[in-house]
């Protein structure tokens, strides 16, 4: 980004410095996890979902940052300098608006409910031979993502093209006067965030904000309440439009859509002339988002027949990083969405979290760049040379010539056959490996043989709606209220390490967990928070106490056997423990007729101190069993009472679940523990439908098509007869994957190309089969066991069980794999 002075910041965002003036700034920080190279560096203190920036600024000094924008003022930190302003986020927001002032230069502000990273991405991808684009970083389209997107312009950028994204109603004016667009984009209008409007006209209304300046309009004319609100609109009802549809009046006339199995071919008419292109993909969102970037080539002034070929090498966009389990005791992140420094910066910060001490990076050719190769790779090397790797691997022509730029050790190769004709696998050793780079590298061939197990069947773990979901939890808690995320159970079979260590990145307070091995396994992976055993065995307290685990207590027999141990092991300060007690779930706790004996043993012993007291209710999630919830709360008032009063203490007050959250948010105490919930199941199911977002997806692939005729049978026992000619589909899972024989013989359904697909026949022990007679699909083709659709809650209707169950009967012999966005 370009330099500014820290006088000039102040001056922009009206705020007093304290400090010296003339220092100068030129990267931005939000989150003291990702600093890594502070110098010339502000932090600005932001405030989020009950955090406040400013508990973070002592982890920020101490990496090395000495230049805040805060709302607080602030003594005792020697050598820093402070911007005071009312709101950061605000004050970086007025920063963006000035900054973007200071460019004439095209900019494309796209907005719509689906689409808008595709469309942004795609125009890159068929664009930057021709221009030196700004764009923003993965789907930063948020009221702080924008702005920080658009401080990312600097003199030898000719194009803009950014995303604004919103939620609720009076956003996008904020977003139109950062982005300041030239050329506006609309992409699908559909029903994402609909639940903040009155209706889709209020959102439509909302989106076109973006466009109160713009020259230039490119939207579908074949949604007629779009079209509609357009020619009503005074400033849009005056400018250049540019849409595309089958009406004659479109700018872009469809003539033909001609879909084969892997690609499709478009024709179109612009200005009586016929131009007919194609694309790598069928679906129909793909289609229109093509369309989109067809007519937004021509807004620009672009000839579009001279990157007719672009259009056939578009790519798919993945606005994931994919976490995986790698060979000899490594993780891998494979990060090859794009090739570019802001990609680049994004891979190496989500590397330098994990807990790996050994690091190492493989890098392409960065190919999306319009700098000088000069320029460029020694952009790239700066990025690089801020972190520490044992090795970098550099493949491709034009890097190998730079690598003297990077420090660490460094081997180079023309190209990945090149390097995987010298791999060896021993040579990889319990660490952390980023490979970033650009398709046609295809480091593919290096994740397949860096990966632990290869197996077509995966169950997909989205890190991001995992956070997003939270925050919908936190949204319901007063600030002060705790959060304890539950992790037992490899985190609902999920995978605990790579769980854990998100909530612990998003400031959870406590996690859960069942047993001490649990606990002890993420203590080994760099968990450091508060990690409490929710049920620890008598032959455990050794490992409780060795990795500082904190028990619930839920009788006086364990509360003794606990003690003994912290004295046998001479532990002399006072040890945090967690007392339950039962109210009404009759399975463990403490009785009222204990509480006596309890208080005696708590006040004359000072080997232990109580962290908190908790209960655990029985019917949070039926509503109607309301009554007896509030009477297992009602008891546990008084219990508490009874007990803090004895010992004169104030332990924290925790009683709700995952559903208690949603029914008995009144009852929220001191903290709350989220389960379930946070991986976007609520037994409430227009809460979930409204708010919660899908986590965890099973899928798998088509291994084979067959025709059967009528009469012939499917599977062990002939339990299904074809009663017509049909096509079943045979998919490399079954029951030793977790997915239950009596889910077969019709029951059940999967997902194929966005139809079901029923389970025919008996589900073997490692396959099952499915009518695809009336789905369009081929042998490849991805399946999903459950997620969208089927969801997890269908499989549990089906099984006549609950989610809980589902999740962690997936076999462990399924690949986890992790994304982030």
Not at 126 to 131: G, H, I, Q, T
Not at 206 to 212: A, V
Not at 484 to 497: E, I, L, Q, R
Not at 721 to 733: G, S
Request: net charge negative; with cysteine.
């Amino acid at each position: 980004m370009k330099n500014y002075k820290l006088n000039q910041i102040s001056s922009i965002v009206n705020g007093t410095l304290f400090g010296d003036e003339n220092v100068i700034i030129n990267q931005i920080f939000f989150d003291s996890r990702m600093i890594v190279h502070p110098a010339n560096g502000i932090f600005f203190a932001l405030n989020g979902n009950q955090k406040d920036g400013h508990q973070y600024i002592e982890d920020a000094y101490q990496k090395g940052i000495r230049n805040f924008v805060v709302h607080e003022k602030l003594e005792h930190f020697a050598n820093a300098n402070f911007i005071l302003v009312n709101n950061p986020l605000q004050a970086l927001q007025n920063w963006a608006k000035y900054h973007r002032k200071q460019f004439n230069l095209p900019v494309i502000g796209i907005t719509g409910s689906n689409g808008k990273t595709i469309v942004k991405e795609w125009l890159n991808q068929l664009l930057w031979k021709n221009f030196s684009i700004a764009r923003s970083p993965k789907s930063y389209n948020s009221q702080f993502g924008a702005a920080l997107s658009i401080l990312q312009i600097t003199e030898k950028n000719n194009l803009g093209i950014f995303e604004a994204g919103i939620s609720l109603p009076n956003e996008m004016e904020k977003l139109e006067e950062i982005i300041q667009p030239t050329i506006g984009v609309l992409t699908k209008i559909g029903e994402a965030h609909l639940e903040n409007f009155e209706n889709q006209d209020e959102l439509i209304q909302e989106k076109l904000k973006l466009f109160t300046h713009v020259e230039k309009l490119v939207f579908n004319i074949e949604n007629e309440k779009v079209y509609q609100a357009i020619l009503e609109n005074e400033h849009l009802s005056k400018i250049d439009k540019f849409s595309y549809g089958y009406s004659d009046f479109a700018t872009v006339k469809i003539e033909h859509i001609e879909s084969s199995l892997t690609n499709t071919e478009i024709s179109i008419l612009h200005n009586q002339e016929k131009f007919t292109y194609s694309i790598p993909f069928t679906d129909d969102a793909s289609i229109k988002n093509s369309l989109i970037c067809l007519t937004t080539l021509i807004a620009l002034n672009v000839d579009y027949k001279l990157i007719k070929e672009e259009f056939s090498l578009l790519l798919p966009i993945e606005m994931r990083l994919e976490i995986k389990e790698a060979i000899n005791h490594s993780i891998l992140i494979n990060d090859t969405f794009n090739s570019d420094l802001n990609s680049l910066r994004i891979g190496l910060n989500v590397l330098n979290q994990q807990p790996k001490e050994k690091k190492s990076l493989v890098l392409t050719d960065i190919l999306q760049s319009n700098l000088s190769d000069k320029d460029l790779y020694q952009e790239a090397a700066n990025l690089v040379n801020a972190y520490h790797f044992d090795e970098i691997v550099l493949i491709g022509e034009k890097i190998t010539l730079f690598k003297n730029l990077f420090q660490s050790y460094v081997r180079s190769y023309n190209s990945t056959e090149e390097f995987l004709e010298q791999f060896k696998h021993q040579n990889v050793d319990n660490e952390a490996i980023l490979l970033k780079g650009a398709r046609p590298f295809k480091l593919e061939k290096i994740s397949s043989e860096l990966e632990t197990r290869s197996n077509d069947s995966v169950l997909e773990i989205n890190l991001q709606n995992l956070v997003e979901n939270i925050n919908v939890y936190r949204s319901m808690l007063r600030p002060t209220t705790k959060l304890m995320c539950m992790v037992k159970a490899n985190s609902y079979g999920t995978g605990s390490f790579e769980v854990a260590k998100t909530l612990q990145n998003n400031g959870v307070d406590f996690l859960g967990v069942a047993i001490a091995d649990e606990g002890k396994e993420l203590r080994e992976a760099g968990i450091t928070i508060p990690i409490i055993i929710m049920n620890p065995e008598q032959s455990s307290y050794s490992t409780v106490i060795d990795y500082q685990l904190e028990p619930e207590i839920y009788s006086l027999r364990v509360l003794k056997l606990f003690i003994q141990k912290l004295q046998e092991k001479q532990i002399s300060s006072a040890y945090p423990i967690h007392l339950k007690l039962e109210t009404g779930m009759n399975r463990l706790g403490f009785h009222e007729d204990d509480f006596d004996e309890l208080v005696t043993i708590l006040k004359n012993n000072s080997q232990v101190y109580v962290r908190s007291i908790f209960t655990h209710l029985a019917t949070a999630d039926m509503p109607e069993e309301e009554a007896y919830a509030k009477y297992q709360l009602n008891r546990f008032d008084k219990s508490y009472e009874s007990i803090t009063k004895a010992l004169d203490i104030t332990p924290i007050k925790h009683a709700l679940n995952s559903p208690g959250i949603v029914a008995y948010k009144e009852h929220q105490y001191d903290m709350v523990r989220l389960g379930i919930g946070m991986y976007g199941y609520s037994e409430y199911t227009d809460f979930m439908e409204k708010y919660l977002k899908p986590v965890v997806r099973f899928k798998t692939v088509i291994s084979q098509i067959s025709e059967l005729e009528a009469g012939e049978t499917v599977s062990y026992g002939r339990r299904f007869t074809a009663e017509r000619k049909t096509r079943i589909a045979t998919l490399p899972v079954g029951y030793a994957d977790g997915i239950r024989r009596s889910l077969g013989n019709g029951k059940a359904s999967v997902g194929i190309n966005g139809k079901l697909a029923k389970i025919v026949g008996s589900i073997c022990m490692d396959m099952m089969m499915v009518d695809v007679t009336d789905i369009s699909c081929k042998e490849g083709d991805e399946v999903t066991i459950f997620g969208n659709s089927p969801s997890i809650a269908d499989v549990a209707r089906w099984l006549e069980t609950i989610p809980y169950e589902v999740l962690t009967s997936v076999s462990q012999r399924i690949k986890r794999v992790y994304y982030k966005e």
